[in-house]
């Protein structure tokens, strides 16, 4: 069975400053997908980056990135140039499609930034 | 509707209750999921639909959950003789396939077992 670990329970940032967030994984399969979910407050889950497990280069979408590395089994999320509405809880999420597309999540780190 | 919906948002119920939870998947989307976030952790996997097949149930806690999806739209959650433990977020996502593989969360919905 697969575990997504989150080691930060809380992490606080300055707006504009960068902050980033730690995620580790554990399985025995080698194709696979990784996500990071935004949740704010409203509580609507919301995708914030994608990585495949094939894909050697790390993901980016705008502020966010990820630094994927494989051997290893960690995933972390760096949000740049922080912003107030970027303050909500950040679930890290592990995905095999083989074994039907099912979502295993990380505890959560809730993320605060500080005007 | 454009996102996933579902209904009701808040749900009180007395230990004991039988309730039911709804969820409307995005218009096309094949496959349905539930999952249980209890307050401060990450969501857990409940059960799955693809279509009107639930292919996967193995995170259900007890016999006393039971999800249907008869037209392989709507799914319903259905939880009887509620216990205090019931108490989370129930949220539904359903996906769309490839290359994606990304899934779509509806609000939840809050239950409280008094």
């Known amino acids: 069975a697969q575990t997504v670990t989150q080691s930060q329970p809380e992490m606080s940032v300055q707006e504009a400053e960068t902050v980033t967030l730690s995620c580790t994984y554990d399985?025995?399969?080698?194709?696979?997908?990784l996500f990071w979910y935004k949740q704010p407050p409203s509580r609507q889950m919301i995708l914030v980056i994608r990585?495949?497990?094939?894909?050697?280069q790390n993901a980016t979408e705008n502020r966010f990135s990820v630094n994927f590395q494989k051997a290893a089994k960690s995933f972390s999320l760096k949000i740049s140039d922080s912003q107030l509405g970027d303050t909500a809880m950040y679930f890290c999420?592990?995905?095999?499609?083989?074994?039907?597309?099912?979502?295993?999540f990380g505890g959560g780190t809730r993320v605060l930034v500080k005007p | 509707g454009a996102g996933v919906s579902q209904s009701p948002r808040y749900k009180v119920a007395k230990r004991g209750q039988d309730v039911a939870l709804r969820c409307d998947p995005i218009?096309?989307?094949?496959?349905l999921f539930w999952y249980q976030q209890a307050l401060g952790q990450g969501p857990e996997f409940l059960t799955y639909?693809?279509?009107?097949?639930?292919?996967?149930k193995s995170g259900l806690p007890s016999d006393r959950f039971f999800a249907e999806r008869p037209e392989g739209s709507v799914s319903t959650l259905k939880i009887q003789r509620t216990q205090q433990e019931d108490s989370a977020v129930y949220l539904c996502?359903?996906?769309?396939?490839?290359?994606?593989?990304?899934?779509?969360f509806g609000p939840g919905t809050r239950l409280t077992v008094t």
């Open positions: 990585q495949e497990a094939y894909k050697q």
């Open positions: 218009s096309g989307h094949v496959s």
């Open positions: 639909f693809q279509n009107e097949a639930q292919l996967d």
């Open positions: 996502a359903s996906i769309s396939y490839g290359p994606v593989y990304e899934q779509y």
């Open positions: 399985t025995s399969e080698s194709n696979y997908y």
């Open positions: 999420a592990f995905m095999n499609p083989a074994a039907g597309n099912k979502l295993t």
